[in-house]
């Protein structure tokens, strides 16, 4: 009976032991601080597209305490704009913010997940994304690159751009220099022009010398900001080629691993708060920087015609088929935003559809 008492209080004490011990680990965790570095796509506190990054960095340090420091670098400050993705993949960096299109190189299934043309507008891409499986296609993508993607902002539907040259049929589209990535690139060189890709900071001076004969950018908020009516004769709508564009947040996925549970949660809550803001800001602020752009600069707004949008469509369709026959996640990928898309589109005609339209009578 004594040797079993022993053996009780033993238990006890050891059991006693193990607690504080945890506790401590616990409470180490706690303390450790990390300082990251996050690069980006755009210039330095660029406005909309940059600031979403800034806010990301201020909320996460907010949220943590201090404990999770975010250093933001703009374009060309630790990387140059289209080597973020290395740059976060190789863990010289723990983020990058920018759009999933610049990496088309790496696979082109990473078109999706900025735009689609003719594609999903904002409010679906993020119910595609956050309720539609969008998400996990988009991590399952990444993953091979050593990259965790979250949303990270949205402009809302976007210009078709700024034109040095009148569009008024699909033949003036031919052999057009036009910046313009992602799927609505690979769409303009199907219709004979000639698509190219660079980041925002070299867009002026290139429209300015003629290097390209339109650029499409984001919408009036972005484009004031980049002075694009000194430099460009008309500027057209709709965006068909970006609907809705989703940009990115990339994580190194060791980096996140070395994170605790209540920062993980932190960065996860702080990425969807900076995209849906940036959607709030552009939806304030594209409007009054239309009528900026309009009323103080005497901007030629133009529609493209409903011609060239349907042919541009149908070649949209075919680019689309195309890439989804480029590997098995291309496909996949594919089904899921068409899917989501038709239901979207079958729903939509009889709320946000018929409402505008009702809102226009
Ligand atoms: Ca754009």
Redesign the pocket.
């Known amino acids: 009976m004594r040797i079993g008492i022993i053996a009780l209080l033993s238990l006890f004490i050891l059991g006693c032991g193990e607690k504080p011990a945890e506790t401590s680990a616990v409470a180490a965790e706690k303390q450790q601080n990390f300082k990251w570095k996050l690069v980006t796509t755009w210039p330095k506190n660029y406005p909309g597209l940059g600031s979403a990054p800034e806010n990301f960095a201020k909320k996460v340090e907010a949220m943590s305490g201090g404990r999770l420091q975010v250093k933001v670098f703009g374009a060309g400050q630790l990387v140059p704009a289209f080597e973020v993705f290395d740059a976060v993949s190789q863990g010289t960096a723990q983020m990058g913010h920018g759009?999933s299109y610049y990496w088309t190189g790496k696979s082109k299934a990473t078109g999706f997940f900025t735009?689609v043309p003719f594609g999903l507008n904002a409010q679906e891409m993020n119910g595609w994304l956050h309720y539609g499986g969008g998400l996990e296609l988009w991590r399952e993508l990444y993953d091979q690159f050593n990259l965790i993607p979250f949303a990270g902002g949205s402009?809302g539907v976007?210009m078709a751009?700024w034109f040095n040259r009148e569009i008024n049929s699909m033949e003036d589209i031919k052999g057009l220099k036009m910046r313009?990535?992602g799927l609505?690139g690979d769409v303009i060189t199907r219709a004979g022009g000639i698509s190219v890709t660079m980041p925002g900071g070299e867009l002026y001076t290139s429209m300015q010398t003629g290097v390209i004969d339109a650029t499409?950018?984001?919408g009036p908020y972005n484009d004031l900001a980049f002075g694009f009516h000194q430099v460009a004769k008309y500027y057209y709508y709709p965006?068909w080629?970006?609907p809705g564009?989703i940009l990115e947040l990339i994580v190194n996925k060791d980096a996140y691993a070395t994170l605790p549970a209540d920062l993980k949660a932190i960065v996860e809550t702080a990425a969807r708060a900076v995209n849906q803001d940036m959607l709030d800001e552009y939806t304030a602020r594209n409007n009054t920087a239309l009528v900026e752009l309009v009323e103080t600069h005497g901007v030629d707004v133009r529609k493209l015609p409903d011609e060239v949008i349907a042919e541009l469509s149908r070649l949209s369709d075919e680019v689309l088929a195309e890439l989804a026959t480029d590997s098995e996640i291309a496909q996949r990928i594919a089904e899921s935003v068409a899917a989501f898309k038709q239901q979207a589109m079958a729903y939509h005609g009889i709320s946000e559809e018929a409402y505008y339209n009702a809102r226009n009578q």
Do not use: M
Request: proline fraction near 13%; avoid cysteine; charged fraction near 15%.
């Open positions: 759009a735009a402009t976007q751009g313009i990535p609505g499409e950018w984001v965006g080629h970006e564009p």
